[in-house]
């Protein structure tokens, strides 16, 4: 039999108090008896406190992410990667024929009808980023709670390549659209 408080190997088997550490052994149970005789292997002089409360707490345990095919985070983070890129090829296409169209119609004069031309584009632009930034969102979370597969990390590289191509196209229309407005000009004082 073994000691409740201290984990010592008693010397008689109806012994009152331990030798080692002086605990009173006619109020110990059978349930902290089995107790150290399982945590036997620590240390013989451990203080009570650390025996008990030795759990890991909830924060520090890692989540067992589970085994098998593509879940639902990675396929999310695929779909939304490809149609951000296919917004960005849309509104590319899009403002290069709207501007065909309107140089064409209206015989170069460019500034008539300007903010019908540049809202479809920016507003396309604007939704792929939105979608790129989904798919992203869904490849961090499929890589804390599913398995390492290959269509997170595809879709979280289109989606990378999504998000820079429709900013660069947002910013375009943006620089574009601002190169047809007329600044008042300061007037030069001698």
Same mark, same amino acid.
């Given at each position: 039999?073994?000691?409740? $408080?201290?984990? *010592?190997?008693?010397?008689?088997?109806? &012994?009152? %108090?331990?030798?080692?550490?002086?605990?009173?052994?006619?109020?110990?149970?059978?349930?902290? &008896?089995? %107790?150290?005789? !399982? *945590? &036997?292997?620590?240390?013989?002089?451990?203080?009570? =406190? #650390?025996?008990?409360?030795?759990?890991?707490?909830? @924060?520090?345990?890692?989540?067992?992410?589970?085994?098998?095919? !593509?879940?639902?985070?990675?396929?999310?983070?695929?779909?939304?990667?490809?149609? $951000?890129?296919?917004?960005?090829? /849309?509104? *590319? /296409?899009?403002? #290069?024929?709207?501007?065909?169209?309107?140089?064409?119609?209206?015989?170069?004069?460019?500034? @008539?009808?300007?903010?019908?031309?540049?809202?479809?584009?920016? =507003?396309?632009?604007? /939704?792929?980023? !939105?979608?790129? !930034?989904? *798919?992203?969102?869904? =490849? =961090?979370?499929?890589?804390?709670?599913?398995?390492?597969?290959? /269509?997170?990390?595809?879709?979280? @590289?289109?989606?990378?390549?999504?998000?820079?191509?429709?900013?660069?196209?947002?910013?375009?229309?943006?620089?574009?659209?601002?190169?047809?407005?007329?600044?008042? $000009?300061?007037? %030069? @004082?001698?």
């Amino acid at each position: 039999m073994f000691c409740p $408080s201290c984990g *010592s190997e008693l010397r008689e088997g109806n &012994q009152k %108090y331990c030798h080692c550490c002086g605990t009173n052994l006619l109020n110990a149970t059978e349930d902290t &008896q089995l %107790y150290t005789r !399982i *945590s &036997q292997k620590t240390p013989k002089k451990i203080p009570k =406190s #650390t025996i008990e409360y030795s759990t890991v707490p909830e @924060i520090n345990k890692k989540q067992i992410k589970p085994k098998g095919g !593509i879940g639902a985070h990675s396929k999310r983070c695929l779909a939304f990667a490809i149609v $951000s890129l296919a917004c960005a090829g /849309v509104a *590319s /296409v899009l403002g #290069t024929s709207l501007n065909f169209f309107f140089n064409w119609f209206f015989d170069g004069n460019s500034r @008539i009808l300007l903010i019908p031309r540049f809202i479809p584009m920016t =507003s396309i632009y604007i /939704v792929g980023l !939105i979608f790129g !930034i989904l *798919s992203r969102t869904n =490849s =961090s979370k499929a890589g804390l709670k599913e398995s390492k597969n290959n /269509v997170e990390k595809v879709g979280s @590289i289109l989606g990378i390549l999504g998000i820079i191509s429709n900013a660069i196209g947002l910013a375009g229309v943006l620089i574009f659209a601002l190169s047809f407005i007329d600044f008042p $000009s300061i007037p %030069y @004082i001698d």
